[in-house]
C-alpha cells in the first residue's frame, strides 16, 4: 500500500502532468460520466466558479458517494484561502513563529506567526458536507482526519478533540479495517491510526491551552481503554499531567507503560526526570542507571547528563 502523506490537507489531489487537456464539449447527460475527474480538473485549474456548478450537478447525481461530499469540502477551504502574518495568543502557525514577550516582565504574551487563514464561515460548511460523507461511509480514515485537521486549523479544540474520539469509537467498531481515498483499504489500520493521531497529540501540546491540553485527556483515556498494550498512550497522558505540574499523577501513567515495555528508554528517561521534579532523587538515579544499561549512546548521553545533576 503506498505511503500517504499527512504534511498536507488530507483531501487535497494533486495531480500533476495529468489532464492537460480537457476534454472537449463533455455533456452531462452523457452516460458514464466521470464527476470525479472533472471536478479535479476544475479544481487544479482553480475554476471555483465553474466547480461550484459541477458540484451541484455531481450531487443530484450520485448523492451517495463520499468523493462528492470530500469534493465540496475541497471547494469550500480553497475558495478563498489565503496565508499572511498574524499576532496570536498560542502558537498555532504552520510556518515560522516568533513570540513576543513583554519588555517588563519578559512573560510571553504573543506569538507572531506565519500562517494560512481560512474563511471560519467556509469551514463550518465544508465539516458539514464531512460529516455526510462520513454518515455515508464512516470507515473513511481520510475523511476523519481532514475533519480534525481543519478544526485545528481554525482553533476549534474541543470540536477536533470531539471528531477524534469519534473516530476511536468507530475505528474499535470495524475492528481498524478503515478505508482511504476511493476506499483503498489501509493495511494494518489500528498501526496506521495510532501512529498518525500522535501528530494531534503533539499539536494540542504545543499550543499549550487548557482546551487543547483536555482534548488529550479526553482522547487518550479513550485510546487506553481501547488499545490498552499501546505504550505510547501512557506516556503521552503521562506527560499531559506533568504540564499541569501533578506529577504524581503522571508517575502513575509512566510506570504503567514501563510494565508493558521495561527497556523503552523514552519511558525510562521519562520516570527518572518525573522523580527528580518531586525529589526523590535515589530512584532518579537508578532509572538513569537503567538507560545507561540498555540505551544507545543517545540516550546514555542524555541519563548521564541528568545523573550529573543529581550526584
Not at 70 to 82: C, G, H, Q, S
Not at 247 to 261: C, G, V
Request: proline share 2%; with cysteine.
Amino acid at each position: 500500500m503506498k505511503k500517504f502523506a499527512m504534511s498536507i490537507i488530507i483531501f487535497v489531489i494533486v495531480l500533476m502532468n495529468v489532464f492537460c487537456q480537457k476534454k472537449d464539449n463533455k455533456n452531462y447527460e452523457e452516460d458514464n460520466i466521470n464527476y470525479k475527474e472533472i471536478y479535479e480538473i476544475l479544481f487544479n485549474e482553480k475554476k471555483y466558479d465553474e466547480l461550484y456548478v459541477h458540484l451541484r450537478i455531481w450531487e443530484t447525481k450520485e448523492p451517495n458517494n463520499p468523493e462528492m461530499n470530500i469534493a465540496y469540502f475541497n471547494y469550500y477551504i480553497f475558495r478563498d484561502v489565503f496565508s499572511g502574518i498574524s499576532i496570536d495568543d498560542d502558537n498555532k502557525g504552520d510556518g515560522l513563529s516568533i513570540s513576543i514577550s513583554d519588555p517588563e516582565t519578559g512573560e510571553i504574551v504573543g506569538y507572531l506567526s506565519e500562517s494560512t487563514k481560512y474563511r471560519e464561515n467556509d469551514i463550518i460548511i465544508a465539516v458539514k458536507y464531512l460529516d455526510k460523507g462520513l454518515s455515508i461511509a464512516p470507515n473513511r480514515l481520510d475523511m476523519h482526519f481532514g475533519k480534525i485537521h481543519i478544526l485545528n486549523q481554525i482553533g476549534f479544540y474541543n470540536d477536533a478533540g470531539d471528531a477524534l474520539y469519534t473516530a476511536l469509537e468507530i475505528s474499535q467498531e470495524i475492528d481498524n479495517n478503515w478505508l482511504w481515498s476511493n476506499n483503498e483499504k489501509i493495511e494494518n489500520g489500528e498501526l496506521y491510526l495510532l501512529n498518525s493521531i500522535n501528530d494531534y497529540y503533539g499539536l494540542w501540546l504545543n499550543v499549550k491551552t487548557e482546551g487543547s491540553l483536555n482534548q488529550i485527556k479526553k482522547c487518550i483515556e479513550k485510546q487506553i481503554i481501547l488499545y490498552p498494550e499501546q505504550i505510547y498512550s501512557y506516556n503521552i497522558l503521562a506527560v499531559y499531567y506533568t504540564m499541569k505540574d501533578q506529577y504524581q499523577e503522571a508517575l502513575k501513567y509512566f510506570l504503567q507503560a514501563e510494565t508493558i515495555d521495561p527497556n523503552d528508554c523514552i519511558v525510562l528517561l521519562n520516570i527518572g526526570r518525573t522523580y527528580m521534579n518531586i525529589k526523590n532523587y535515589q530512584e532518579a538515579k537508578e532509572y538513569f542507571l537503567k538507560v545507561i544499561n540498555t540505551g544507545n549512546d543517545q540516550y546514555k548521553e542524555i541519563a548521564e547528563y541528568y545523573l550529573n545533576q543529581i550526584r
